[in-house]
C-alpha cells in the first residue's frame, strides 16, 4: 500500500471535479459524534473554529480523527496564523488549514511554509501521522501524500486583501481563498450591509483572480443570505460555509419551541 493511497480528500476530488463543497463550522461540541452526524447530514467538510471558540487542541484532534474515518475533509481555523498553531492542527488530524486575516502573499506563504513540508515549506516532522492510519510509511513517499492532501485555504477579511487577490492567489500552494463578509464589511465601515456593491466587487476580484492562477473561492459568512450565496457560487465560488454548529442547533430549538407555543389549547 502506497502512502498516496491512504489519505482521500473528498474536497479536492470535488473542487477537481468543479462541484460545489458543503461546509459546516464547529465552535460548539466538543464531542467526537459531530463528525458522524456531519457525514450522516451529507457535509463534505467541517472546519473547526479556534479563532472564534475555546476548544482545545485535544478535543479539534479527535473531532479531526472521527471526521476522517466518517470521509469528511477535517480542516481547522486556526487562532494566529503561525507554525506553533498549523503544524499542530495538521499533525493532530486536520487535513487543512483556514488561516484568518491575510492581507498579503507574504502572509500567505509564510502560511504555506508552516503547513506543508519540503521542498513545498518548512514544516517539522512529527512521525506517525492519523492521516496515514499512524502507517510507518518511508518519509519521503510521506511526505508527498501529505502534501498533495493537505489545503491551505487564506481568508480574505479586509479591503487591503480584496486589493492584493491577484498576488495572494499567485502564491504557490495556496489553493483557496475564503471570504469572510462579516469582517470584510466591517473593515470597509459597511457592517451588515451584504447587498453592498463592494461585497460583488469582492467576489468578482477574487473570483477572476482564483481563476487566473488555478485555484478556487469559497463563500463565508452569509449562512442568513442563502440567495446571495448562491449568486457567488454562480459567479465561479466552489465551496460554501453553511453555518456554525450554535446556528444549527439553536434554529432546531426555536422551531420547537414554537411549535408548542403555537398549539391551542381547547
Known sequence: MK???????????????GEVVSSMTIRLVRGVEIARMAATAGFDMIYVDLEHSTLTLEATGQICQAALSAGVTPMVRVPANTPEYIQRVLDAGALGIIAPGVRSAEEARAVVA??????LGERGA????????????????????????TMVIVQFESAEAVEKAEEIAAVEGVDMVLIGVNDLLADLNLAGQFEHPRVREAYARA??????????????????????????I???????????DIQFLFAAMNEKAKQVREISVT
Not at 508552516?114 to 521542498?119: E, G, I, N, Q
Open 207 to 232: 473570483i477572476a483572480a482564483c481563476r487566473k492562477y488555478g485555484k478556487h473561492v469559497g463563500v463565508g459568512g452569509l449562512s442568513t443570505r442563502p440567495k446571495l450565496a448562491a449568486e457567488f
Open 3 to 17: 502512502a498516496n493511497g491512504v489519505v482521500r480528500t473528498i474536497v479536492k476530488e470535488k473542487l477537481a471535479r
Open 114 to 119: 508552516a503547513a506543508k513540508y519540503a521542498p
Open 126 to 149: 512529527g512521525g506517525a501521522l492519523p492521516h496515514l492510519e499512524y502507517r510507518p510509511f518511508p518519509s519521503a513517499e510521506a511526505n508527498v501524500a501529505i502534501n498533495d492532501a
Open 234 to 244: 454562480a459567479m465561479g465560488a466552489r465551496l460554501l460555509s453553511t453555518g456554525t
